[in-house]
């Protein structure tokens, strides 16, 4: 068995990837990385604290020999031990950002691996635990797999081939099925105790209400002891330290809410006008990544969908109807001035705006902050087939139930101002006769606490609403006599 160190794996790395490719170090991202040294860091104010760790957390590399014993290790439990399983699996290298990483093709050992159940944290989650931060900082551990130990009956499934040699892993390599699990489970129960501090995966996050700097210091010395005592090893030209706003899970987080990362804008802002299918499929890629910051995505996007349907012809040429192109070019634009995202405060009211145009229904939850509507998020989708069928009546509560799951995690146990059309609702609610769609909606509603508040005369569309004063009030003199029927009450046909 040929242990794995640094230098053994960056010559591993010269043999596999072909010798005329050069490192990826062009891209924004990767200038981004490189320009942070611990000169940059001197006039921070947290530049004494990370000082103190410099030799213990923050090393160049990681360090060889084998890693220190901890509870959490990385498993491979196999279906059926009786099944042959191949020792020396397919290796190749991926780019990063900057340098490479070695990949292997686990695919037949992870087809005969017991998948591990465990409760992952959701981005949206970690969003909203900052809320209210005045300064934040992050880290990112380095090759976080590489410091997770192996389970020592289980290295002989890690085998692999490179030039002429075999190699076996003592440390957790990339490619296995339950390997973000298992990092999971490390840096979540290493962090749990700590009220200013969230992980996901390898990334660490600390933020601190307080405009007070001890607090948010304090904060962070706490994170880099339990890194020092569990000898884990930080990159340095990752890290954020004592900021207004940092990169977030892939968007930027700061003291005014979630925004886009600067550089998925600019890519959206350049984008040309696709040509082929394959253009077109990818543009709508990336604007779907983002969609919850656009207002009526769907909307806009659906026109563009009917081009790309066609299967096995992703270099063929599409041509934009007039329509088609107006929809691409305000996609464009609506997502280059995005709002910024606010984050929602729980001790505040919540209200829901909903629409439901000939195709699509969306919805907007918002909180009013000084006199102002702060978007939460933004949700919309393309109506099935058979909702397309729906008369006009039913397309209102169809938004609003939909509205209602797409924000479940904010609406849930709270009230929620929904703010729609009082006449398009108001012999809904009120019948006692209803048929199983609307019985289905009733029982979906009866899990939240809709506090209907009605806008008559005022537009049904989410751009027209936001246009309204936040302090126009709706009249609210029928909602007392109005509520949502349980499942149970209805008698349905």
Known sequence: MIVLTNDTIKEIQSDIR??????????????????????????????????????????PELPDGLLMERDIEHRIDVKDPNIAIPHAAPTFCVRKPVGWRIVHDYRYLNSNTIRQSVPMTRKEDVFDSMAGAYYLSCMDLMSAYYQVRMKMDHVKYTAFQASSDLYEYLVLPMGFSNAPATMHRLTSSLFKGLPHTRSFYDDIYMFTKSKYINEHLR???????????????VKLSKCVFYAEEIPCLGDFIGRNGVRIDPDKVQTIRDWPVPRTQEQLHSFLGLTGYVQRFCEQYAELTVPLFTLVKKKNQRNSKITFNTMQLQNFKELKHRLSET????????????????????????????????????PIAYSSRKMKSVELKYPTQQQEPLAIVNALAAFRIYCLDRPVMVETDHKSLEGIFQQ?????????????????????????GAKNGIADALSRRPDLKPETKDFHNLRVPSFNETSYV
Request: proline share 6%; no cysteine.
């Open 432 to 456: 006692k006769m209803a048929n199983r769609r609307l019985a289905r909606w009733y029982d979906i509603l009866a899990e939240y606490q809709p506090v209907f508040a009605y806008l008559p």
């Open 339 to 374: 709002p910024v995202l606010h984050l929602p405060d729980f001790t505040q009211q919540l209200h829901l705006r909903t629409d439901a145009s000939q195709y699509a229904v969306g919805g907007v939850l918002f909180q009013v902050v000084d006199g102002a509507e702060r």
């Open 18 to 59: 072909r010798s005329d490719e050069p490192d990826n170090v062009g891209t924004e991202k990767a200038k981004r990385f490189l320009q942070t040294d611990w000169e940059s860091f001197k006039k921070n104010p947290a530049y004494p604290i990370i000082l103190e760790y410099k030799d213990s957390v923050f090393t």
């Open 219 to 233: 904060a962070l010395r706490d994170v880099l002891e339990i890194l020092k005592n569990n000898k884990l090893y």
